[in-house]
């Protein structure tokens, strides 16, 4: 390298950035891939072929992933195409979609389902009381249930994008050539939009592979890879390294083959997409519009529902697991904030640093990879997306394994918690930050730099207040799902150190719905909060850069 | 101060833009590189400004070596072809920036400001965001951005091609009043040759990572060395010819079959040639003119441009050659005509080839 390029700060920056990711990133999952392969029983791989519940585990995980994507799509699929090309009463509410699923927490929606149709739910008791008898919410059903009413929302964002992208005057040239005009949309549009189709539907499938707030909490005699992980990982004195590991990198492996398949159609896809003038919505009346605003709103309503129960439940007077609705009462609110505060304090501080140090380190990465290109950066950014391919709880079950003692042991500090948050949604704000950085011309830097502002003052003075709105957004992005983390946390806290949403995950495993009702509504209220402040009083753009 | 590069190469990887250049621009000249794309114009001036690093050679300021200072240490002024205003900055927060980075503070910095942009004619839009100006406001800005800092030397990269024509024009001319007022060094580069002659003091054209031929406007346009030159610079019709010396300064050429004197430009002895006739020096007539030696011709083809009319014309053997008439009849010739092309001896170049 040239010598002169040494005295600049970045390569520096670089070096110091692709050492973090090494330590934090890399070294926890070559150290579960390593773990998986040594063990006291023998490598890890052997003993899992011969672990019926643990290969049963990975079969459901995939059969559950294949029924929630293909219920997400059927969901999401015709929700998008009305909604982009048609009006009717109601829709204002369809394009809120995005942010419901943003600000309820999974284990929030898992709770409200319970509270419904759980044992003790509202509908299983009226209807026990009229003599008929659900059959059970724990298992298949619930799962297949709850999860699919979460994530048809990502089909649907998906979808939405790419209708509204496509070029209507292919459907007017294919009517044009005498093809009536339900065929001509099947045979024209479906193709041309079939790639975000696919790639949310994967992204659906992966997210489903590392669910754990729902598998954990309905999935009950249904083993589930992520419950299974993390169930090796804290089994009281029997703490399985080998396993949990084993079990870990199968998930990282099978996320890691559908990421590979996703880039491959997304870059297909890139060819594939016709941009052109979207169609203008039709208004649909008579009959037809009260049909889709009826189907429309019941979806709507369902993912709403969550929001709904968990404010009535936050002031219901309960007696143990029983809910004593009608009945009302300020007792479980002023737990959270008067008797037991401690998680709602957590939650701010530990999800507060981890934005900070997040969008700091995104925004400071991304300007390295885009601007400053050197040997080390493509590296960086490849490292960077790897906790992509990491559900939560393998990324809690690197972080335990690795930092437990030895060069750096972080277990039982609030430190690995925020660690934890800040690995996990790192990705999000690297894309983000480069989006924008390629939208500023090099020009403006050299214009500060020729101008006699040293480099890293031409980043402080011109680069990053150009960068402000985005990464301000970031910030919110990151605050609303670092705030509502579950999976890794669950496995790096301890005593003392309990989150939000650990704290609802205890209460609900301890059947105290009221109590978790309350947390849940805080919880929602803190996600929130942030996300109103920033549209109305900031004015900054959420969704539009996404 | 004049800038002084001497054996300079540029190497991006393995493949090497600029390899031992050399080239002295003195104090207060208007010097342009003149290049197509790609020839290394920009990686050239970049490298003086310093964002490209010199893998070898030496650049000198005034007599100091700049070569391994960073750019935001070598006090020049920087003129971008996107403006590169910053849009989050006001006009005079723009003009500003360069005063505040020097450490200068309070009414001193609204003075020179106010100043700098009055003399563009923009004092009154010091309030205004760059998203709310024109593009020859914008430049405008730009360009009282870098010389408010009075700096040791002002580089432009293709600071007009943004513009429409009618703007290019005017702001050429600010370019060239301020240039001279403030008595700095100028490097321009620009693909256009029009803005290339009429700007500058000295033009430098380039081509694949080397300075062709150096010199002014004049002698660019009139006496170019080489075909390249020739070519790029104004049209030029060019024909491989053998050569045979006659009196000093003259040779005799082999043109569609006729024998012919040319002017000797070829810097030493050779064999072969390349014959270079300007359009605009080939007179078509109906019949042979007096004191200019002549070639047969039929008109081909004709383009009506205004003021003046662009033929293609066919001599002896198919070669064909392009001719410019301008003033009265000058759209007289129709194809098909047969015609004489004359031509003085002094406007016929013979180059190396």
């Not at chain 1, 299974?228 to 703490?239: C, L, N, R, T």
């Not at chain 1, 402000?468 to 150190?497: C, K, N, Q």
Request: proline share 5%.
């Amino acid at each position: 390298m040239n010598p002169s390029a040494l005295r600049s700060p970045w390569p520096w920056f670089s070096a110091l950035a692709l050492a973090l990711l090494g330590v934090f990133v890399v070294y926890p999952l070559l150290y579960i891939f390593t773990a998986s392969f040594f063990g006291d029983g023998g490598s890890g791989w052997v003993q899992l072929m011969h672990d019926g519940r643990s290969l049963a585990a990975i079969g459901n995980t995939l059969v559950l992933a294949c029924v929630v994507t293909l219920c997400s799509t059927l969901i999401g699929v015709p929700l998008a195409y009305v909604s982009a090309r048609f009006r009717f009463r109601g829709k204002l509410l369809i394009t809120l979609l995005p942010l419901i699923t943003l600000v309820i927490p999974e284990v929030v929606t898992a709770q409200t389902w319970l509270m419904i149709l759980g044992n003790n739910g509202v509908i299983t008791r009226f209807l026990k009381g009229h003599g008929i008898f659900l059959p059970s919410f724990y298992g298949w059903f619930g799962l297949i249930t709850s999860m699919s009413f979460i994530y048809y929302t990502y089909v649907y964002i998906g979808t939405v994008a790419a209708i509204g992208k496509f070029d209507a005057q292919l459907e007017e040239a294919a009517q044009s050539l005498g093809t009536a005009p339900v065929r001509s949309r099947f045979h024209v549009m479906l193709p041309v939009i079939r790639p975000a189709i696919l790639a949310s539907a994967l992204l659906v499938f992966t997210m489903v592979v590392g669910n754990f707030a729902i598998s954990t909490i309905l999935g009950h005699n249904v083993p589930l890879l992520s419950v299974a992980i993390y169930q090796a990982a804290v089994a009281e004195g029997a703490s399985n390294l080998t396993m949990q590991s084993t079990l870990a990198s199968t998930s990282v492996l099978i996320v890691m083959g559908l990421l590979f398949v996703n880039r491959r159609i997304i870059a297909g896809g890139r060819y594939e997409i016709v941009q052109g003038r979207g169609a203008k919505p039709q208004p649909l009346k008579g009959g037809q519009g009260v049909l889709v605003s009826a189907a429309a709103g019941v979806v709507v309503a369902i993912s709403l529902l969550p929001l709904v129960t968990i404010a009535v439940g936050a002031f219901t007077v309960s007696r143990g697991p029983v809910m004593r609705w009608g009945e009302w009462t300020l007792d479980n609110v002023a737990r959270v904030f008067i008797t037991a505060p401690g998680p709602l304090v957590n939650s701010i501080l530990y999800a507060g640093i981890a934005t900070l140090i997040s969008v700091a380190f995104s925004t400071l990465v991304s300007y390295l990879v885009v601007k400053k290109p050197n040997l080390v950066t493509p590296l960086i950014d490849y490292v960077s997306a790897i906790p992509l391919a990491l559900s939560g709880t393998v990324l809690g079950v690197g972080l335990l394994a690795s930092f437990n003692d030895g060069f750096l042991s972080l277990t039982g500090t609030s430190t690995i918690i925020v660690l934890a948050y800040v690995i996990r949604r790192m990705p999000f704000g690297m894309r983000n930050g480069q989006a924008i950085l390629h939208n500023i011309p090099n020009s403006i830097e050299e214009a500060s730099i020729s101008l006699g502002s040293p480099p890293f003052r031409t980043f402080l003075r011109v680069v990053l207040p150009m960068m402000l709105p985005a990464v301000a957004s970031a910030a919110i992005l990151t605050w609303t799902t670092t705030v509502s983390e579950l999976s890794a946390s669950l496995l790096v806290y301890s005593g003392g150190r309990e989150t939000l949403p650990i704290q609802i995950f205890r209460l609900i495993d301890s059947g105290l719905m009221a109590y978790a009702s309350a947390y849940g509504l805080v919880l929602v209220a803190v996600i929130l909060l942030p996300v109103v402040i920033a549209t109305t009083v900031f004015k900054v753009d959420l969704f539009g850069s996404k | 101060m004049g800038i002084a590069i001497s054996n300079l190469s540029v190497r991006y990887g393995a493949e090497t833009v600029i390899s031992g250049l050399s080239l002295d621009i003195p104090q207060g000249c208007f010097f342009t590189l003149l290049g197509p794309s790609g020839c290394g114009k920009t990686t050239l001036l970049r490298t003086i400004a310093g964002f490209a690093p010199a893998s070898g050679g030496q650049i000198r300021f005034g007599g100091r070596d700049v070569t391994e200072l960073p750019p935001h240490k070598r006090a020049i002024g920087m003129v971008f072809q996107d403006y590169a205003l910053f849009p989050d900055k006001t006009v005079a927060d723009n003009v500003a920036y360069g005063l505040r980075a020097r450490g200068e503070k309070g009414g001193g910095v609204e003075r020179k400001v106010k100043a700098a942009l009055e003399r563009v004619g923009l004092g009154h839009l010091l309030s205004r965001h760059p998203a709310a100006l024109s593009g020859g406001q914008r430049q405008r800005v730009a360009l009282a951005r870098a010389l408010v800092i009075k700096p040791t030397v002002l580089l432009m990269d293709e600071p007009l091609s943004n513009l429409d024509a009618k703007l290019r024009v005017q702001i050429r001319e600010t370019i060239i009043e301020l240039q001279r007022e403030a008595n700095i060094t100028t490097v321009f580069v620009t693909h256009d040759q029009e803005e290339a002659l009429s700007m500058s003091d000295l033009i430098g054209v380039m081509n694949k990572g080397k300075v062709e031929q150096l010199g002014t406007p004049q002698q660019i346009y009139a006496t170019p060395r080489t075909g390249y030159v020739a070519d790029f610079v104004g049209a030029a019709n060019r024909t491989e010819v053998a050569v045979r010396p006659t009196a000093p300064g003259r040779v005799e050429v082999d043109v569609a079959g006729s024998r012919l004197l040319a002017t000797d430009a070829l810097e030493g002895p050779a064999e072969h040639g390349l014959l270079v006739l300007r359009p605009e020096d080939l007179k078509i007539s109906s019949a042979p003119v007096a004191g200019l030696q002549s070639l047969p011709a039929t008109i081909r083809g004709r383009q009506y441009l205004g003021a003046r009319t662009s033929y293609s014309v066919e001599c002896a053997g198919g070669l064909v050659l392009n001719a410019e008439m301008h003033g009265a009849g000058h759209d007289a010739f129709l194809p098909g005509a047969a015609v004489h092309l004359g031509f003085d001896p002094a406007a016929a170049r013979v180059i190396r080839s």
